[in-house]
Every structure is written in C-alpha cells, then in structure tokens.
C-alpha cells in the first residue's frame, strides 16, 4: 500500500486566517480525494482532485473556501479559507477512486479554528 | 441511491467479550466493494478490510471476522476475544461508481468502547 503524509498533523487557528493542508503521497496515483470529519461526524466528501484539471467539488462545497491544488502526480493541497469555528475538524486526503482500489488514507490534520 | 446505515452508535464491552458491530448498505449496483475502517483516538482511519460484491465467503483475520450476506444486505464485523485496543470508533463504507470515480459512502459509525 502507499504511504500517505499530511502537514500539518495539526493546528489552532484564529477565525478568519487561511490554513493550507498538503498531501505527499509515494507513489503516483491518479486520484486522489479530500474529506472532512466533523466533531463525532462521519466522513464526508469534500472534492477529487486529478492531477492536470480543476477538483471536482461535492454538493456543499464550493473551491473559493476548499482550493486545492494538484501540481503532480504524489502531491496535493487543500486551503481552507477565511476560517470560522464550524471549519474544525479533521481533514483527510486519501488515495484510489477506481472500483478495483482499496482507498488508504492519509493520518489527517486535525483542525481546531477559535 | 448508495446508502450505508450503522445502526449501533455506541457500544460498551467487557475485555474478552465478543463483540458484532452491524452494517446494512443499499445500492442498485451490482458490482460493488465494501469496507471497514477503524479509527483510534488518534484520528487516523485505518483500513481493515475490502469485499467485492461477488465474494461472499467470510473472512478471518486473527480475531476479527466479517460476515457478508447479500440477501440481507450486510457486512457485519466480529471481534472476538475483544481488547482495550479495540476501542475505537469503526466505519463500514460502501464504493459508490459515478462517473468513472468511484467515491466512499461512510456509515455513521460505531464508537466501541471496551472497559478492562
């Protein structure tokens, strides 16, 4: 399986700040997806972002507060911008996205906005 | 419409108790993967095991046995023998195809607590 690492692992933000998350992945993978995970929530689907195009955003997510970046192949980013308190939570990227993948995830940044 | 449902919210075990954690899924597809996830305290999801919808034997790995039945629609997970370890918040996840990108549905969750 690769390996996944995300920076920061965490951070405490002030509302209104912008925080940049990255994903390094060892291997290149075409694929790659960003979720979020609310206080005792489930996971939930930010975007997907293939290497070489704009990130394909879920329902209720829009790219002027989630840009992502995917400059290569075992690289990503994801901005959340223009902080508030109902942004902390966990960020996770992870790998896969075909039906034949085992998606691994990242460690996730934990993310706590005051 | 691809759904995964998690009735258990929380539960408490003894050490060495056995413990089942329930998953029911909905989908139209007939090819389809299931998972199960575990995610200690310290946030990592951890991936346990992926089943194709063609697979219906049971698995056995250690102490942990999944049980896949398509004719009611679940993909329950065992723990026998349960440990502290064990305690952790677990996901079952169904791959929903769309587009030719296939995405996670997550269930809910079920918080596994198990007490020494």
């Not at chain 2, 003894?14 to 007939?30: I, S």
């Not at chain 2, 723990?79 to 791959?95: K, N, R």
């Amino acid at each position: 399986s690769a390996v996944i690492s995300q920076k920061p692992s965490r951070d405490i933000c002030q509302r209104g700040t912008s925080l940049t998350i990255q994903c390094q992945v060892d291997s290149q993978v075409t694929m790659m997806f960003w979720y979020r995970q609310q206080p005792g929530q489930s996971l939930t689907l930010i975007a997907t972002a293939n290497q070489g195009s704009e990130a394909t955003y879920e329902s209720g997510f829009v790219i002027d507060k989630f840009p992502i970046s995917r400059p290569n192949l075992t690289f990503s980013t994801l901005t959340v911008s223009n902080m508030s308190p109902e942004d902390s939570s966990i960020y996770l990227c992870s790998l896969g996205g075909r039906l034949t993948d085992t998606q691994y995830f990242g460690p996730g940044t934990r993310l706590t906005v005051l | 419409a691809q759904k995964v449902t998690q009735a258990q919210t929380e539960i408490s075990v003894v050490e060495k108790e056995d413990v089942t954690l329930d998953c029911v899924y909905e989908t139209r597809d007939t090819t389809y993967y299931l998972f199960w996830y575990k995610q200690p305290p310290s946030g990592e999801l951890v991936f346990l095991i992926r089943r194709n919808s063609f697979d219906e034997q049971n698995e056995i790995s250690g102490r942990y046995s999944w049980n896949f039945q398509k004719s009611t629609s679940s993909f329950n997970f065992t723990i026998t023998a349960s440990q502290v370890v064990d305690s952790a918040v677990y996901f079952c996840a169904l791959i929903r195809p769309q587009g030719g990108s296939e995405k996670l549905v997550f269930g809910k969750g079920t918080k596994l607590t198990v007490n020494p």
